[in-house]
């Protein structure tokens, strides 16, 4: 399927802005970037491409890689080395997420751009440790210190969310193995 590419130029490189279905979709975002950001018209580009979408090029952290050009893990090596499966899992996924969002960052300091990641809902009967067959307490982790010198918190991990509900739900429903080692204490 052929999909408008809508690029901006920053100095001397070019960043994708988003892949459109039309030419007046792509320049209805120049328009509003240009209202929004005091940027010129003159920075954009579009071009015409084929494009497959990007789940159905990514259904594997191998998938992942091959998409980012880069090697897998060695996770044999990473065993010896000491890593748990639980830090090895968060490595494939921040590799998978790099992919599905296909050079989106977010932009932490817009508050009005949206961001997105898979959330669960884990039945505690389905879930098991080595110690105790009658389930554990599941959920997200969080951290938090106040009352010190230099109050500070830690709550979801931003490398895991999508510029997109779409691509959220894909990756909890394709990656939920890696998702649950990860989310559910198994070491």
């Known amino acids: 399927m052929k999909k408008i590419f809508l690029f901006v130029k920053n100095g001397g490189n070019e960043t994708l802005v988003g892949r459109y279905d039309s030419k007046a979709d792509a320049q209805e975002k120049v328009m509003d970037m240009v209202e ?17 979408d990007i789940t159905n090029r990514v259904k594997s952290y191998a998938d992942a890689c091959k998409v980012l050009g880069i090697e897998p893990m060695d996770e044999d090596s990473m065993k010896a080395q000491g890593f748990r ?85 894909y990756a909890g429903r394709t990656f939920t193995n890696l998702y649950a080692q990860i989310l559910i204490e198994k070491i």
């Open 85 to 169: 499966p639980d830090e090895i899992a968060r490595r494939q996924l921040e590799t998978i997420t790099e992919a599905l969002n296909e050079g989106w960052k977010p932009n932490w300091e817009d508050t009005d751009e949206y961001k997105y990641y898979p959330y669960f809902y884990i039945e505690v009967s389905e879930v098991q440790t080595e110690d105790d067959t009658s389930g554990a307490s599941a959920g997200l982790s969080c951290a938090s210190t106040s009352g010190t010198a230099a109050p500070t918190s830690a709550s979801l991990g931003s490398r895991l969310c999508f510029h997109d509900r779409e691509t959220a739900r």
């Open 36 to 52: 929004e950001d005091s940027v010129s018209v003159f920075n954009f580009r579009i071009e015409e491409r084929e494009y497959e």
